[in-house]
Each structure stands twice: as structure tokens, then as C-alpha cells.
């Protein structure tokens, strides 16, 4: 009883409080690091260099006034958003900090291709939410993020599939324990997997330069133009709380998850000291990083082109990948 | 170009065909301009541009100002190049009551003029480089900006709407060590040129994002009536300062950069090397001040004999002119007429984003830089 509910459920309790405070947080460092690339200081009035921003940002969307269009379709309009979120919370569930059961809700043995079903589902959120607005621009903005998930989606399962091969599970835990065994973090053995994913994870927590479906200087706001108040914060979440995730699974499918670098020297075994889930958050960070840094410095794309470099470019080198991957998985 | 009902026919709908209302709220049509775009999935069959929302009559009020209360109203008509404005005014005057303008003032216009080149430029990079999705851009553009408002606040006490020049010269001559901010201003904007190049220039999303957009041939550019660097981005070479020279522009070297695809990603380059082309003005100017008084000999009460005059200069825009009709009896002008060159170049947008896409029509409005008080007046 108290093994198979309370723990986990205390274990929800805590992962989702702490991804939707780290997700407040989150928003004020894109705002800070944005700023620093752009010679500013970025929000310095609330508390000390502005560290309560990440509280006064959530508080002003809470209190706004909830607008609903007269001739949005009601229920879809509010089922959005949450169908937005409510997936990007739920791919945590097989995400392990750590190596022991403590450290993941849960390690079911289909755990990668779980994350990829449920991320996906999270698109609906922003093609619904763009249709009921009866709106112009959020519907320009649907038709975008279904052309922009046909696109990166092929490629990013397919590139998955290279890496589920080299590892030999679908397990999360699996996949990170048998970098542990080579000695050798994935992202060296599939360099070409690495780029991918990432640049899929991109495309599909909708950033630059693929932030198409929002572009804010095109579609004035693209799916969520007429949202307003918590309906809108709830999207502005989903969306942080997707590339928290994609930062995640590119760290335990490349970098090792909770792994110290070479986690098979024992001459580095002094870095032990650091926790794992440290070490992982870590690697979550670093990535973070890299998102906030493409978005102060990178053009976006048009939606051609980001077609055209899904299934001209990125299938073809996803598939060569995986046939590479096959025959070296043969012939050693 | 309508007041009334936009000129797209919202008759004979093919399949997947919509109206879209693009402004005048939209945050990359530059202020108050308002496009009405009938597209086809995201492709732009139709475009009519609604233009006068922020209309302030400004030809008919300077027909009510004596002649030289105009130079402030003419600040507020391009109000990001009010210098070149202000230029233009009074020398159209100056050419319709035949003053002669010491050189020392001559050299200091082309100062203003050309750093007002440098700040308008600025302003155009950012909000360009901005609508196509690089915003770090438009703060460090903005950051550069500053310091050209600096300078002329520092001559002329505005930042903006600056009210700088009078007929027949200047009103003040600059202050002490003015000069040597300047020629240090154009050493930093050479390297922070090279800044903004670094994040642009060879980007492979900006060159896909502006290579064959907006092609217009040089022929097609010149009936369209475009001006300035949208013209010269078709390869034709139209520059006022080298055609009919004003100022002391005559007196100076200098390049006029070309274009040969006459796309969006050419009239980018060519106003980058045209910043390049302003400092190395700038440089002469300042370097080759001449001494001298900086106001000519003019009448305390402006009245100009009758006649009419047409006077064009370069604008960072294109050509700006001004059309003059003096009574020769009140002291305010029979007929005031503004040749706004974003006016002239906003006429091409239609011909330039029909077949775009929608993400190109924001890129489109920024390379023909225009400014909405121009437009309407």
C-alpha cells in the first residue's frame, strides 16, 4: 500500500511542484541570459537582481482577466491549453534522476517511445487551441504546427530508433546503464543522432528558430493570439515545461543521464561526490542554456524552409543513420 | 494604396483562399500601416495597403507657419531622419530666395545628414533583422542609435525632433570638442558594423530568409517610381548626393554601393556598406572643417520672392523632396508639397510580396523601410 500509492504519489506531488517552480525560474533566466547577450540587465525591480520576478510573473498572468472570444468554440478553447500541458507533465513519469528506483517515478520497459507519444500529443493543444479561437492568425498558426510536426517528428522517431539500437532497450534507465557498460556516453558513439534529436527538440517545443507557430513578428502571437490570463500562462508553461523535458531526454540519451563524465575512469572516481541527480541536472542546465542562447541569436525560419529541411535534409541523414548504426551493430 | 475599402477582390474565393487584415495593430508593419492580404494557404495572392492612420495634414498646417516656424513641423514628417528633413526644407528655401550658406555650414549639414543616415539606418536594421526573428539585433543596433542621439542632443539639445538647421545656415555653431566625438563615434560604428555582420551576413537562415525575396529588376524598380536603397538594390545607380549634390557633397568622396539581384538580401548589404559610405563622409567633413561663420546673410522676416521650387535630396529613404510656392507677399508659402520617399516605396510593396508568403511580407515591409509619418503626413 503505503510502496505502490503513497511514495509515488508524494513522488508526483514533489516532481510536479518542483517542474512548475523550476519552469517560473526557467522564464526568468531566458529573461536574464537574453538580456546579458543583448548588453542589457534584463528584470532588476522585484527582490534582489530580480530574483522575484520568477514569482511576480506567475501572480500578474493568475490575476488577469480571462478573456474567451464570443465566437471561440468554448469547450475546445479551454480543453487546449491544458491538453498542452497536461503531456508535457506526464513525460516525467519515466524520467530517471538517478540511478536507483527512488529517483523515477517509474521505469516501464517502453519508456522512450512513451515520451515520444505523449510530447506529441501535446501538438493537439496548440492545433486546437489555434482552431477554436476562430481567429485568422492562430489558425494560420495550426496549419503551421501540423506541417511542423509531420516534418521534425518522421525524422526525430527515426533517428531514435539508431540510438534504441545501440543501446539495445527502450527503457530510460536501460538506455543510461548501457552507456555505463560501453564506458561511453552516447553522444560520441552517434554524433549525427545527437544534432538531430536536439535540432528535432527544437521543432517541437517550438523554438527558435522554429518558432513558427508563435512568431510573434508574423502571426502576432501565432495559437495563443487570443488567449489571455490563466488559459494563456498555461501554454506559456507547457511550453517551458517541454524543453525542460527535451533537455532531459537529449542528457539521458547522449549525455549520460545521471553518469559522471567518464563514468568507467576510476582516476576521476572523486567526482562521485556530486550527487547523480546533480550531475543530471546538470546536463538539463546545459541545455537550457543552449535554447535561450539559439533564441538570442538566431533568424527564424519560414515554413517552407523548415519543411524542406525536415524531408529533404533530416530524413534522409536519420535513415543513412540507421542503417549505419545496423550494419555496425552486425558486423562487431 | 485606398483610404476607403481595400482593393482586394473578396469575390470568386478558390478553395483555401482567405482575407487577412494585417495591421494597423500589427507589430511589423512599422506604425500605423495596415495591409489587407488575400492568401492562399500562406501564399499572398493579393495586397492592397490602407495607409492614413496617422494623418496629421502637416502640408496644410505648414501652409498657415511663416517660413521658418516650417523647419519644426518638418521634423515631425519623417521623425527618425528630422535632420535630413530639416535639410531639405531649408534648402529648398535657400534655393527659392537664392542665400548663399557659408561652407563651414554646408560641412556641418553633411555631418548631421549623414550621421542622421547612420541613426535611421540603425533603426531600419533593427526592426528588419527583428520581423525576421533575430531580435539580439535590434538592441545592439538601438545601442549604437544612442550614441548618434547623444551628439545631436549635445549640438542641438533634442534627441529626436531636433529643429537643427535654419535657413541660411545653422542655428549654432557646435560646441567645443564636438567634433572630436564624432570622429570617435565613427570608429566605434566601424567595429560594431562589423558586429552586426558577424550575426547576419553570413547566417544561413537570413540568407534563406531574404535571397530571392522581393526580386525586382531595375527597370520594374524605376517605373514603380522606388527610390533610394530599394532602387539602387536593382543595380540602378540613383543617389542624389553624387547626381545633383547638396551640402557640401560635391566636396567629398565617396561610393554609391549597388545591388545586382535587386532581392531583399542586396538592399541589406547595400545599406550596411552605405553606413560604411556615411562614416567615410563624416570622416572628411569633420576632418576638413573649414573656419568660418555658420549663418549666411538672410532677412530677420523670411519672405521669399514669388516663384516655386522643387528641391530633392537623399534621404536615408530615398529621395526626399520638396515642392515650394511662394506668393512673394505673406510670409507663409502659397503651396507646401512633401515628396516622401517611403510614400514612393511603399507603392511597390503589392508588386513585392504577391507570391509570398506571409512570413515574407513582414521581411518585405522592413527592407523598404518605411516610416508611417512620412507616408501619411
Wanted: net charge negative; hydrophobic share 45%.
Amino acid at each position: 500500500m503505503v510502496d505502490t500509492i503513497i511514495v509515488p504519489l508524494l513522488k508526483i506531488a514533489v516532481l510536479i511542484n518542483a517542474l512548475l517552480v523550476s519552469v517560473t525560474f526557467l522564464v526568468l533566466m531566458e529573461r536574464k541570459v537574453i538580456a546579458w547577450a543583448q548588453s542589457r540587465l534584463g528584470p532588476m525591480r522585484a527582490g534582489p537582481y530580480g530574483i522575484l520576478q520568477a514569482l511576480a510573473d506567475p501572480i500578474k498572468l493568475i490575476l488577469k482577466e480571462d478573456i474567451t472570444p464570443a465566437k471561440a468554440d468554448k469547450y475546445v478553447f479551454t480543453l487546449a491549453p491544458i491538453m498542452s500541458l497536461v503531456p508535457a507533465l506526464v513525460a516525467f513519469a519515466v524520467i530517471p534522476f538517478g540511478p536507483d528506483p527512488f529517483y523515477y517515478i517509474s521505469d516501464i520497459n517502453v519508456g522512450l517511445l512513451f515520451i515520444l507519444s505523449v510530447t506529441s500529443i501535446g501538438v493537439y493543444g496548440i492545433i486546437l487551441g489555434g482552431w477554436a479561437s476562430n481567429s485568422k492568425y492562430p489558425l494560420l498558426a495550426s496549419l503551421r504546427a501540423s506541417a511542423q510536426l509531420i516534418s521534425y517528428e518522421i525524422a526525430v522517431s527515426m533517428t531514435l530508433v539508431s540510438v534504441i539500437l545501440t543501446a539495445g532497450t527502450l527503457s530510460l534507465v536501460g538506455i543510461v546503464e548501457a552507456q555505463l557498460e560501453s564506458g561511453i556516453w552516447f553522444g560520441f558513439v552517434q554524433p549525427v543522432a545527437f544534432a538531430l534529436v536536439f535540432i528535432g527538440g527544437l521543432a517541437e517545443t517550438n523554438r527558435v528558430p522554429f518558432d513558427l507557430p508563435e512568431a510573434e513578428t508574423e502571426l502576432t502571437g501565432g495559437f495563443h493570439t487570443e488567449y489571455s490570463g490563466m488559459r494563456f500562462s498555461l501554454f506559456f508553461l507547457a511550453e517551458y515545461a517541454n524543453i525542460i523535458v527535451i533537455s532531459a531526454v537529449v542528457a539521458i540519451l547522449f549525455l549520460g543521464g545521471w553518469l559522471r563524465p567518464f563514468p568507467n575512469v576510476a582516476a576521476l572516481s572523486f567526482l562521485d561526490v556530486v550527487p547523480a541527480w546533480i550531475w543530471f541536472i546538470g546536463k538539463i542546465f546545459v541545455f537550457l542554456y543552449v535554447f535561450i542562447w539559439l533564441r538570442a541569436t538566431l533568424p527564424r525560419y519560414r515554413y517552407d524552409q523548415l519543411m524542406s529541411l525536415g524531408w529533404k535534409l533530416f530524413i534522409p541523414i536519420a535513415i543513412g543513420n540507421l542503417v549505419l548504426t545496423a550494419i555496425a551493430k552486425v558486423a562487431f | 494604396m485606398t483610404l476607403g475599402a481595400p482593393r482586394v477582390s473578396t469575390d470568386n474565393f478558390a478553395p483555401g483562399e482567405l482575407v487577412l487584415n494585417m495591421g494597423p495593430q500589427h507589430p511589423s508593419t512599422h506604425g500605423v500601416l495596415r495591409i489587407v492580404l488575400k492568401l492562399d494557404g500562406e501564399r499572398v495572392v493579393d495586397a492592397d495597403c490602407v495607409i492614413g492612420y496617422i494623418h496629421r495634414g502637416v502640408e496644410k498646417l505648414c501652409e498657415n507657419r511663416d517660413w521658418t516656424q516650417i523647419i519644426l513641423l518638418t521634423d515631425r514628417i519623417d521623425y527618425v531622419a528630422a535632420a535630413t528633413n530639416n535639410l531639405g526644407y531649408v534648402e529648398a528655401v535657400e534655393k527659392l530666395m537664392q542665400v548663399e550658406v557659408p561652407r563651414r555650414a554646408r560641412y556641418l549639414r553633411t555631418v548631421l545628414a549623414e550621421l542622421q543616415r547612420i541613426a535611421s539606418h540603425c533603426l531600419w536594421l533593427g526592426t528588419h533583422a527583428m520581423d525576421i526573428g533575430a531580435m539580439t539585433v535590434l538592441l545592439y543596433a538601438f545601442r549604437e542609435r544612442e550614441f548618434v542621439l547623444d551628439l545631436f542632443e549635445e549640438f542641438c539639445g533634442a534627441r529626436l525632433t531636433y529643429n537643427s538647421m535654419r535657413v541660411g545656415g545653422l542655428p549654432l555653431d557646435i560646441p567645443p570638442g564636438w567634433d572630436d566625438k564624432v570622429l570617435s563615434f565613427c570608429d566605434l560604428m566601424e567595429g560594431k558594423l562589423n558586429e552586426y555582420e558577424t550575426l547576419l551576413t553570413n547566417n544561413r537562415i537570413w540568407l534563406q530568409r531574404t535571397r530571392n525575396v522581393g526580386v525586382i529588376s531595375g527597370e520594374e524598380a524605376t517605373s514603380l517610381g522606388l527610390c533610394g536603397p530599394p532602387l539602387r538594390g536593382s543595380g540602378v545607380s540613383r543617389d542624389l548626393r553624387k547626381d545633383e549634390p547638396n551640402a557640401a557633397y560635391s566636396e567629398f568622396d565617396f561610393d554609391v554601393p549597388l545591388g545586382t539581384h535587386g532581392d531583399t538580401y542586396d538592399r541589406y548589404l547595400i545599406r550596411m556598406d552605405e553606413f560604411r559610405e556615411s562614416i567615410r563622409i563624416i570622416r572628411q567633413a569633420v576632418e576638413g572643417l573649414p573656419e568660418g561663420p555658420v549663418m549666411g546673410k538672410v532677412p530677420r522676416l523670411l519672405k521669399p520672392p514669388a516663384g516655386e521650387t522643387y528641391h530633392a535630396i537623399e534621404s536615408p529613404k530615398g529621395e526626399l523632396g520638396y515642392f515650394l510656392v511662394s506668393d512673394g507677399k505673406s510670409t507663409n508659402p502659397y503651396r507646401f508639397r512633401v515628396r516622401p520617399p517611403s510614400f514612393c516605396n511603399l507603392q511597390g510593396l503589392k508588386r513585392l510580396v504577391t507570391g509570398h508568403l506571409v512570413a515574407d511580407v513582414v521581411a518585405l515591409i522592413g527592407t523598404i523601410d518605411i516610416v508611417l509619418g512620412e507616408v501619411d503626413r
